[in-house]
């Protein structure tokens, strides 16, 4: 089945700096390739996602670049803001439509 | 507002019992998946479902099942809780065609 390890594990960085995560997948035939963030206490949301077919997509200040070739994505945060603060986590499938495997997750901690 | 809605936030049972978690949305989505998050290990599949009466299992399915007589419904099953079942159980739901997923906000059950 599909693997996805994902780096770092923690991550802390200033307020304004930029934060990337990166997460490799196992399987070739994966193709859909979502990030979500979770807040202490609550529950995991979509914050962006890519598909197979795109290398790069932008959404505000979070950006997701895909290397299919390597099988690694990645997560890219600009000016980071406290609020920024949570665990992210990458997952891949074989499509929208199908489960998700998630990687074990990266704590992203913003100091003011 | 698309909801999934877990019947209980937090659960205290002994080991040996039957545990029922409760996992129920309205927005008319086909799949259904449950979750274990342990710290340090991401989000695990346990089972997940495509369809009424259907189930498939994830990567952990030992020691539970599941049952899903309604499309709306999707219940995780503990046939005799044991101690390392202690977990946070986390529901999703998310249309055939995907994308993503819709998470509920977690049982966490504690077995003592």
Known sequence: GENVEQHPSTLSVQEGDSAVIKCTYSDSASNYFPWYKQELGKRPQLIIDIRSNVGEKKDQRIAVTLNKTAKHFSLHITETQPEDSAVYFCAASRGSNYKLTFGKGTLLTVNP | ?112
């Open chain 2, 1 to 112: 507002d698309v909801k999934v809605t877990q019947s209980s936030r937090y659960l205290v049972k002994r080991t040996g019992e039957k545990v029922f978690l409760e996992c129920v949305q309205d927005m008319d989505h086909e799949n259904m998946f449950w979750y274990r998050q342990d710290p340090g290990l991401g989000l695990r599949l346990i089972y997940f479902s495509y369809d009424v009466k259907m189930k498939e299992k994830g990567d952990i399915p030992e020691g539970y099942s599941v049952s899903r007589e309604k499309k709306e419904r999707f219940s995780l099953i503990l046939e005799s809780a044991s101690t390392n079942q202690t977990s946070m159980y986390l529901c999703a739901s998310s249309l055939l065609q995907g994308p993503g997923y819709t998470f509920g906000s977690g049982t966490r059950l504690t077995v003592v």
